[in-house]
């Protein structure tokens, strides 16, 4: 991956979902670049032990935050809470995500895990953004990385898990409509698919590759100089079909 025109200056980051997994390895590895991470999780105590004990191991500006993303008035009470302070945000990674119907069958839907994964992976994200827009457009180079899935792809979409498929195809036209929208106002908002990572989501299901890995591409979108690209899928910091 060719990270070689990243920008220097740092700025505030805000990652969802980051108690665990790929979300708390992002935060790790924004702050290891300089970032101000806001570290957010929809349990506040999980979200504060995740913050100490990565200020504690690297001694990075990490602060913690509360967010549902299936909860709006979580969404708008840290909206409220960021307009304070930090006051703009440079970098949002919508990370949050639940896999509530892997190996159902689409011709056996089950329609309440289907409404559960489209509120998480696809009403949280947008809403969130939507949220804090304004805080972004404070900031002279706003990034947006929406942590999709391979299993959202539509060219390439097989079967079963209708409901996570379907939240993350709706994330990536998320990505393409805001990224048409804000295009003129110099964001760049990307999908990311992390691959296969060995998760609480992914490792039950054998996945292998370590979160180190996964975070990276997802941190190089965040942290695009001003002439990369927007309104892309990428994995691994290449291209994948939408
Ligand atoms: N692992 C993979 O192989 C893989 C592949 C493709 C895409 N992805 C995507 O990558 C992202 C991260 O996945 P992961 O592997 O790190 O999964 P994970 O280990 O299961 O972690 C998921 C994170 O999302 C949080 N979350 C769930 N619902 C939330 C809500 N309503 N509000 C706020 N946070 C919420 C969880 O918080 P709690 O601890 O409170 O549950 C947890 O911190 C997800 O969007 C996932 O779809 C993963």
Redesign the pocket.
Known sequence: MDVSGRRSEVGVALV??????????VVRQLAERGYEVLL????GE?ASAAASALVQSTGAAVRAMT?????PA?IAAAAAQMREDPGKLDVLV??????SDFGVPGTAPDFDAIGRAL???FY?AYRLTIAVLGLLRASEHPRIVN?????GGVAEMGGWSTG?RVS?AALNAMTRILATELKGEGFLVNSA???????????P?G?T?P?QE?AAG?VWLATLPDDGPTGGFFRDGRPVAF
Do not use: L
């Open positions: 969802t979902g980051a108690n665990r997994g790929i979300g708390r390895e957010s999780a929809r349990d999980k967010i549902d993303v299936a909860d979580t919508n990370n949050a995500g639940i896999g509120e998480t992976n949280g942590v999709s899935s391979g299993m996570y993350k698919c992390p691959g296969f990572v060995n998760t609480d989501m992914g490792g299901m996945a590759k979160v996964g997802i």
